[in-house]
């Protein structure tokens, strides 16, 4: 099977930027999903695809890869982006659904 | 708006049953595959198994031999059942829809778990 690396925390100041990153072998097969989980809440997607935002997403929140890294980047980042972040692809195999630990973002 | 409602035991002892069931609401429910994710105390997303209206699973093979997962597409609903649960089984449960795609070139799938239930506690003494 295949596995996910998310660094476990990073922090912010407001009104910068910040870039989450999700390393695995199987991101040079698949997109990484994004999600974003505040406490107490069920995951919400963010970003999918190449970089797609659900509706609703702000656009400060935007997708990229390069090679077996997939980042996840808020530009101009709010107290209310504070939240564990986690992204997730499909294993090498293409059967399993597999995630990274999360990352825990501070906006401080 | 596609909306995913669950319900389920939240109490159990050790070597019981888990039963969970996933409604879905207000949207398509053939043509995506439906999943079942965990998120233990304090811990990350893991994902248990998912399946597609006509009965077609894939499960996590570190739960495979205690895991079912089934479908009524009648009623839009979908199960999950976890068998001889230990307190390690303690966490909350969310159903979701899983979205599938691609995009090119070069050809890359992506999927992504678009809809969430509200997730249930279960805790296993």
């Known amino acids: 099977s295949s596995e996910l690396t998310q660094d476990p925390a990073v922090s912010v100041a407001p009104g910068q930027t910040v870039r989450i990153t999700c390393q695995g072998d199987?991101?040079?097969?698949?997109?990484a999903t994004w999600y974003q989980q505040k406490k107490g809440q069920a995951p919400l997607l963010v970003i999918y695809?190449?970089?797609n935002r659900p509706s609703g997403i702000p656009p400060r929140f935007s997708g990229s890869r390069s090679g077996n890294t997939a980042s996840l980047t808020i530009t101009g980042a709010q107290a209310e982006d504070e939240a564990d972040y986690y992204c997730?692809?499909?294993?090498?195999?293409?059967?399993?659904?597999?995630f990274g630990g999360g990352t825990k973002l501070t906006v401080l | 708006q596609v909306q995913l409602q669950q319900w389920g035991a939240g109490l159990l002892k050790s070597a019981e049953t888990l039963s969970l069931t996933c409604a879905v609401y207000?949207?398509?429910?053939?043509?995506?595959?439906w999943a079942w994710i965990r998120q233990a105390p304090g811990k990350g997303l893991e994902w248990l198994g998912e399946?597609?209206?006509?009965?077609?699973?894939y499960f996590n093979p570190s739960l495979k031999s205690r895991v079912i997962i089934s479908v009524d597409a009648s009623k839009a609903q979908f199960s999950l059942k976890l068998n001889s649960v230990t307190v390690a089984d303690t966490a909350v449960y969310y159903c979701?829809?899983?979205?599938?795609?691609?995009?090119?070139?070069?050809?890359?799938?992506?999927?992504?778990?678009?809809?969430w239930g509200q997730g249930t506690t279960v805790t296993i003494s």
């Open positions: 979701a829809r899983l979205l599938l795609g691609a995009t090119t070139p070069p050809l890359f799938h992506y999927f992504a778990l678009d809809v």
């Open positions: 207000g949207g398509t429910f053939g043509g995506y595959y």
């Open positions: 399946i597609n209206h006509s009965g077609t699973t």
């Open positions: 199987s991101l040079t097969s698949y997109h």
């Open positions: 695809g190449k970089n």
């Open positions: 997730n692809s499909r294993d090498s195999s293409g059967d399993q659904l597999i």
